[in-house]
């Protein structure tokens, strides 16, 4: 990565009591996903998942004015050690961004690694508000034995 990528990258992270295998699969399952993925005041959402490299998703997040679509395209599956995936939303402008999720195991728990790249300026501040709410999310989910 290069120096002004690196600083244009929103990078969130966050450890979870969880073994990587599942956290990374708690990205992966559309049911699962669609319980943590509820950043800010997202009331519910839907996802589809088509998990193999070039394959497809699509989250629907209902917010407080309408649905909110996010597109993407797997680019690496790496289970349980990374992801990487194109990222799409009204929020970006409709333009194709890039998420990497490395997940490092710490004993017991994982610290999952969310790095956003290519987003344009305006959306910096949101999309880290947006993956540190999300992240919440997975870890109260996990708390409560919501995930698989």
Known sequence: MNAALASAAVVVRRTISASAEDLFDAWLDPEALATWMRPGAIRSTVAKVEPRVGGSYEITMQG??????HRGVYQQIDRPKRLVFTWASPGTELR???VTVDFVPA??????IVTHEQLPESARPSHSNGWTSGLQHLDEACQQGLLG
């Open 64 to 69: 407080q004015s309408g649905p909110i679509v």
């Open 107 to 112: 004993g017991k728990r994982t610290e999952i």
């Open 96 to 98: 194709d961004t890039l």
